[in-house]
């Protein structure tokens, strides 16, 4: 079992930065691969950036490449999103995920934070 909670969310000046916190509890989190996700309303669940387990692997959803850097802590059972240059259609509520396997879909994922909200004023 693993329970995520994330934090850092909040109101940015589109072309400002942020970076999201996520803490996860359970002695097998180094195992998991790692990813952000986010939701817009209205809108589906979309893949944002996952890390492997060791760290040493990053993928990027497109619209977030060059602007987002994930990077996990497993001595702080720790995964992070720095986020820079956002725009207003990086508006959503952002959620932490953990999955056995890497994928972009969210119905593969786990176990899941409860989310927080970034707002990106234009």
């Known amino acids: 079992q693993v329970q995520l909670v994330e934090s850092g969310g909040g109101l940015v000046q589109a072309g400002g930065s942020l970076r999201l916190s996520c803490a996860a509890s359970?002695?097998?989190?180094?195992?998991?691969?790692m990813g952000w996700f986010r939701q817009a309303p209205g809108k589906e669940r979309e893949f944002v950036a996952r890390?492997?387990?060791?760290?040493?692997?990053?993928y990027y959803a497109d619209y977030v490449k060059g602007r987002f850097t994930v990077t996990r802590d497993n001595a702080k059972n720790a995964v992070y999103l720095q986020m820079k240059n956002l725009k207003a259609e990086d508006t959503a509520n952002y959620y932490c995920?953990?999955?056995?396997?890497?994928?972009?879909?969210?119905?593969?994922?786990?176990?899941w934070g409860q989310g927080t909200q970034v707002t990106v004023a234009s």
């Open positions: 995920a953990a999955a056995m396997n890497s994928s972009q879909y969210a119905t593969d994922w786990h176990y």
């Open positions: 359970g002695r097998t989190f180094s195992s998991y691969v």
């Open positions: 890390v492997t387990w060791s760290g040493l692997s990053t």
